[in-house]
């Protein structure tokens, strides 16, 4: 029996249904019954705990996912990247699709790449790292929040000329897919919501084909501001939101292999990507 008998639920309920079959052939254990009831695959089930921090809890609210791309997003990552001088939301994506080897919108001849976007939100990163991915790519979008991924999946539409893109609702800090796995990955702002950044960035690297890129746009203490471990350690417990040092985040790519490391500095953020050798 296919997933889709399995599922109990009508293939048109989800983008592609023969992009939720490629991303159960991509995952360590598939479940025996997935459930894309609501849209995407739901490999977390109902969810009894709590949110674990104030910043969690936002994410996971029914109305962030409303205003989060057109005006949270773009208000507070501009000024975050040092609006009017730093890159806007479209330089910002092009930028993504660079460094991870894709193409841009309108380019001929774009990879047939199999594209990850951890911690996708309602899907804006998804798709504008979809729109540089040919027709025969996949692009998985992850994310633990369901009032975020239901938003996402809504927003995606129907499948066009493009490569197929599929939701997923899994825990970015410990990533359901099987090893060397993707030949990119995306983490956009969320890598200092995490309870446990570095093992997530672990996964991400795992999941890395040899030769895959991964690029992570996060959180920068800004040189000026001193760095105390005490102090980083008391905004993260009281919000759940982590400041990375000036040198953290690139330290830990090089930490696990990764080469070819480059950043961009803004006042309060950073991008910061690599390829796995
Ligand atoms: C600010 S949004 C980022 C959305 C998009 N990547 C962007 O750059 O605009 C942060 C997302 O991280 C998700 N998130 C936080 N912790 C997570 C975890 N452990 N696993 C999966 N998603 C997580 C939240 O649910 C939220 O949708």
């Known amino acids: ?9 009508s293939a048109s309920m989800v983008r592609s249904p023969s992009a939720v079959e490629r991303v159960l052939g991509l995952l360590e254990k598939p479940p025996a019954e997935p459930d894309v009831s609501a849209g995407y695959l739901d490999l977390l089930g109902p969810s009894t705990e709590p949110p674990p921090s104030l910043a969690q809890s ?37 930028a993504a699709r660079d460094w991870l080897g894709l193409a841009q919108p309108g380019d001929d001849g774009k990879p047939p790449a199999t594209v990850l976007d951890v911690a996708c939100g309602p899907g804006n990163v998804t798709r504008a790292l979809a729109a540089g991915v040919g027709a025969d790519g996949l692009v998985v979008g992850l994310d633990a929040a369901q009032t975020m991924l239901a938003r996402a999946a809504a927003d995606t539409g129907a499948k066009g000329a493009g490569p197929d893109v599929c939701y997923v609702r899994g825990n970015a800090v410990d990533l359901p897919f099987r ?32 030769g895959g890129r991964l690029i992570i746009l996060t959180s920068r203490r800004p040189l000026a ?39 961009r500095r803004y006042p309060l953020m950073q991008l910061v990507a690599g390829r796995r050798p």
Not at 1 to 9: L, Q, R, T
Not at 230 to 258: C, K, P, Q, S
């Open 225 to 263: 501001l001193p760095a105390s471990r005490l102090g980083g350690e008391i905004v993260r417990r009281a919000t759940g939101f982590t400041v990375f040092g000036d040198r953290e985040v690139t330290g830990a790519l090089a930490d696990r292999g990764l080469t070819g490391i480059r950043r």
């Open 58 to 94: 936002v994410m996971q609210s029914t109305f962030l996912p409303q205003i989060y791309e057109k005006v949270w997003r773009p208000v507070g990552f501009n000024l975050a990247k040092g609006w009017p001088v730093g890159p806007d939301t479209a330089a910002e994506q092009a």
């Open 1 to 9: 029996m296919d997933a889709w008998s399995n599922s109990g639920v």
């Open 179 to 210: 090893d060397g796995t993707f030949d990119a990955v995306c983490c956009f702002g969320a890598l200092y919501l995490f309870d446990d950044p570095w093992t997530a960035v672990d996964g991400m690297t795992r999941v890395l084909k040899p």
